[in-house]
């Protein structure tokens, strides 16, 4: 049997078809099954995947930020803002104004005690709605505010 050393481009092409159609796919399978798939390409100690930050869950306490460091933050930020401004030709900004603004905005009532607001106006709905349709199926109304305050027990409760 006599092997050609040169290949017509009919062959050239049915050479490369049958390597990407056959070879390449079996050669990746078997690269899969053996060393774990792509779920660890990039992995190792170094990986980034590993450094990804926790995700905040919205329980326990707060970190608490000084307050004197917010407020140096805060100006220095608007300060560059204003600088920026006045690159552009336009007028700068009132850093203090704009400062005492925004950090009597912060100084509202956030963190859990807003959220129980909110939560407890969420839940206040929520009864008001079921007492309506109960309502409207024939049974007696149930007292808002105890029922309220029941549904915040159960929740709080199974958390």
Same mark, same amino acid.
């Given at each position: 049997m006599d092997l050609p050393i040169a290949m017509t481009a009919l062959q050239k092409g049915m050479v490369?078809? *049958? @390597? %990407?159609? !056959? +070879?390449?796919p079996l050669i990746g399978l078997l690269l899969k099954r053996v060393s774990g798939g792509?779920? %660890?390409?990039g992995g190792g100690p170094f990986? !980034?995947?590993n450094e990804r930050p926790r995700k905040p869950t *919205? @329980? *326990?306490?707060?970190?608490? !930020?000084?307050?004197?460091?917010?407020? +140096?933050e805060?100006?220095?930020?608007?300060?560059?803002k204003s600088h920026r401004r006045e690159m552009r030709g336009e007028a700068?900004? /009132?850093?203090?104004?704009?400062?005492?603004?925004?950090l009597a905005a912060s100084e509202r009532p956030r963190g859990a005690e807003a959220m129980d607001a909110?939560?407890?106006?969420?839940?206040?709905?929520?009864?008001?709605?079921?007492?309506?349709?109960?309502?409207?199926? *024939?049974?007696?109304?149930? /007292?808002?505010?105890a029922e309220t305050e029941k549904q915040l027990a159960d929740l709080i409760g199974s958390s």
């Open positions: 490369v078809l *049958g @390597f %990407t159609g !056959i +070879a390449a792509w779920e %660890t390409m990986a !980034i995947l *919205g @329980f *326990g306490p707060e970190q608490s !930020i000084d307050p004197a460091i917010q407020a +140096a805060v100006r220095q930020m608007l300060a560059a700068p900004l /009132d850093v203090e104004a704009e400062a005492k603004r925004l909110e939560l407890r106006a969420e839940v206040r709905q929520l009864v008001v709605a079921r007492n309506e349709r109960r309502m409207r199926e *024939g049974p007696e109304p149930l /007292d808002v505010e």
